[in-house]
């Protein structure tokens, strides 16, 4: 099979369709992405890469497109919403000519936000005569509002047109979770083309051996995180995430005397705001220790007696399953999940924690506080399951071999001409 992937995010960003690229050429699809240039998360353009110009890269047997991209820069709305259109521009522009002359039995997007990212697939899907399969990873343009980046409903009408033409030139409209179904069918012109394809959680932030060497910063870290009861919260530290409850809860905890700590490691639009709120509070229980590169993740979640994920208390996020949910279960280690929905019952199903309301700040006190409770028998039965489950519901091999599958059932439905 012939596959072209369209997707802003792609390696040297550490997102999981790395590594399910890297699967599905381990089972023969001749793979060709098209992407933009890295600037995720720092929003900065990596060393070695231009923001401006198209190259072709090779990454472990896949050949790699880029088109210039506007960098996301930090904090800054403007810049954001450039860094989103600069890449639907630029590949509905030099997209067909950087593939001029190439056949494709299919093609796939990778749709975390913005979900416009697929409107150059679309083109593509077009010209190239192939079917287009897209896999959502957020709502539009339920997010942009939940979010708040975007608050004028005018705008919000016109996102949900161009969303709405997205899903009816689409083929296949995979969801992570099954909250997504409802929302998309409104949309779609077929519920029927919606299919259950979750995140798989082998990637490199979610495998490999727990090690940190003695005396490096990875070790000490993670040394310090074993050291008492420590909850480690990991990724982007943005609006979505509920920052404020955590804080709260910490707060909270601290007051009581709590021997409780928690380490949020990661960067994002609110770092700054957190730094000064501990400080303000005089908090020392809450550790930033910034970003490490998700080969260091097993390391720091072993090290962790609880992973905690949370996210504000908005409809949309009742819907979805963060993507680090498939990671902290795959690591064995109890899961804290101030969640609504979806998410908070994949935990529960898997008897891998416990969860509280969103957004509840004496809820994910008295969580955090019930579980540090516990006796380290029943915590790390908690583990046992959410290894457990992982394996079983999100294991990549798993899930390259049921993409594989459809994108075949696709391309022998609709062959391409000639």
Not at 83 to 88: A, D, G, K, Q, R
Not at 90 to 113: C, E, I, N, Q, T
Not at 220 to 243: E, H, P, Y
Not at 275 to 286: C, F, K, P, S, V
Request: a positive charge.
């Amino acid at each position: 099979m012939r596959l072209l992937l369209v997707s802003q995010y792609f390696w040297p960003e550490t997102f999981g369709i790395n590594a399910l690229a890297r699967a599905l050429r381990e089972r023969g699809v001749e793979i060709t992405v098209l992407t933009g240039k890295p600037n995720y998360p720092d929003g900065k353009v990596f060393a070695g890469h231009s923001a401006w110009g198209c190259y072709r890269e090779d990454w472990q047997g896949v050949e790699v497109f880029r088109v210039p991209l506007f960098p996301r820069g930090r904090r800054s709305a403007l810049r954001l919403a450039l860094n989103y259109l600069s890449f639907v521009a630029a590949g509905m522009v030099f997209g067909p000519w950087l593939l001029r002359g190439k056949r494709f039995d299919a093609v796939f997007v990778y749709a975390p936000s913005p979900l416009l990212q697929a409107l150059p697939a679309v083109l593509l899907a077009g010209l190239k005569r192939a079917p287009l399969a897209l896999w959502v990873q957020d709502l539009w343009p339920e997010s942009l509002a939940a979010t708040g980046f975007v608050r004028n409903r005018a705008a919000l009408a016109l996102v949900g047109g161009i969303v709405r033409f997205i899903y009816r030139h689409t083929d296949r409209i995979l969801v992570p979770s099954e909250g997504f179904r409802a929302p998309i069918a409104a949309l779609a012109d077929d519920p029927a083309k919606i299919r259950y394809y979750p995140n798989a959680w082998v990637d490199e932030g979610c495998s490999g051996p727990a090690e940190a060497a003695p005396g490096t910063q990875l070790g000490m870290l993670a040394a310090k995180i074993a050291d008492g009861f420590s909850v480690v919260f990991a990724g982007n530290l943005g609006t979505a995430q509920s920052l404020d409850t955590i804080v709260d809860a910490a707060e909270r905890l601290q007051r009581e005397g709590l021997a409780v700590r928690f380490f949020l490691i990661g960067s994002g639009s609110l770092s700054g705001w957190l730094a000064a709120e501990i400080e303000r509070r005089g908090l020392d229980n809450i550790e930033l220790p910034g970003r490490f590169p998700a080969s260091a993740m097993p390391a720091l979640y072993a090290a962790a007696a609880a992973l905690l994920v949370s996210l504000r208390d908005e409809p949309i996020f009742a819907w979805t399953i963060p993507s680090k949910v498939q990671g902290y279960l795959a690591a064995g280690r109890p899961v804290i999940a101030a969640l609504n929905g979806e998410g908070a019952r994949v935990v529960a199903a898997a008897g891998a924690g416990l969860a509280c309301p969103a957004g509840d700040a004496a809820a994910l006190a008295d969580t955090v506080r019930r579980l540090a409770a516990l006796n380290a028998g029943v915590r790390s039965k908690m583990g046992d399951n959410a290894r457990r489950y992982a394996a079983e519901h999100f294991a990549l091999e798993r899930l390259a071999t049921n993409l594989h599958v459809l994108l075949d059932e696709m391309a022998a439905v609709r062959p391409m001409d000639g």
